[in-house]
């Protein structure tokens, strides 16, 4: 079965600098790994996707992530940080072999502090 | 113009009640779903409908019944209420099933029993 582990509960990162999101992800054929954002009392928002080809994946918001398949990590990233970037971060993975199933991570909290 | 809706966006009711929560789409989807968050901020899928057939039923208990009377919505109704499913559910949807296609998520109802 396929799982996703986020092992940072909150990263704090200033205004201006760069931010990394960690995900590792277990899954028995290609994953399908995609962000989501959720803001306070909002439901969550697609940010992006890596489903095949280039490694480096770009998003919404300034945001990309990097696949890395030797690593099975897929860590969201930002070159600059905004304070409107602090919200809740959930990586998720769904298997490539037909699965329906999304399955997240148990989500990171990004506080951005100018 | 919201692209999901889900009502009510608050639900408080007693122990013991029978409550339902509406989920529409006018995103064209093929595919819902239904999600639970918990006070940790945790999210599992909880039903999926494609084409108004269910398609993942996942360890629920069977007080959960979710209804598609077409493409375009997918209900949940819940009986004999009890404590811990205070909550917050989320309604999503996307394109088919089983692709790479990223779910549209609502903005969540939030459950408490009393």
């Known amino acids: 079965a396929q799982s996703v582990a986020q092992p940072e509960d909150q990263v704090n990162v200033a205004e201006g600098n760069p931010l990394t999101v960690k995900c590792t992800y277990s899954v028995s054929g290609n994953p399908y790994l995609f962000w989501y954002v959720q803001y306070p009392n909002r439901g969550l928002q697609f940010l992006l996707k890596y489903i095949t080809g280039d490694n480096l994946v770009k998003g919404s918001y300034g945001f990309e992530a990097e696949f890395n398949k030797s690593q099975t990590s897929f860590h969201l990233k930002k070159p600059s940080a905004l304070v409107s970037d602090s919200a809740l971060y959930f990586c998720a993975v769904r298997e490539g072999r037909g699965g329906n199933k999304l399955v997240f991570g148990a989500g990171t909290i990004l506080r951005v502090k100018s | 113009d919201t692209a999901v809706s889900q009502t009510p966006k608050y639900l408080v009711t007693q122990m013991g009640n029978d409550k339902s929560i509406k989920c529409e789409q006018n995103l064209g989807h093929d595919t819902m779903y239904w999600y639970k968050q918990d006070s940790k901020k945790f999210l599992k899928i909880m039903f999926s409908y494609n084409n108004k057939e269910l398609i993942i039923n996942e360890t629920v208990p069977n007080r959960f019944s979710p209804k598609s009377p077409d493409k375009a919505h997918l209900n949940l109704h819940i009986n004999s209420l009890e404590l811990g499913d205070s909550a917050v559910y989320f309604c999503?949807?996307?394109?088919?099933?089983?692709?790479?296609?990223?779910?549209?998520f609502g903005p969540g109802t939030r459950l408490t029993v009393l």
């Open positions: 999503a949807s996307s394109l088919l099933a089983g692709r790479d296609n990223e779910q549209f």
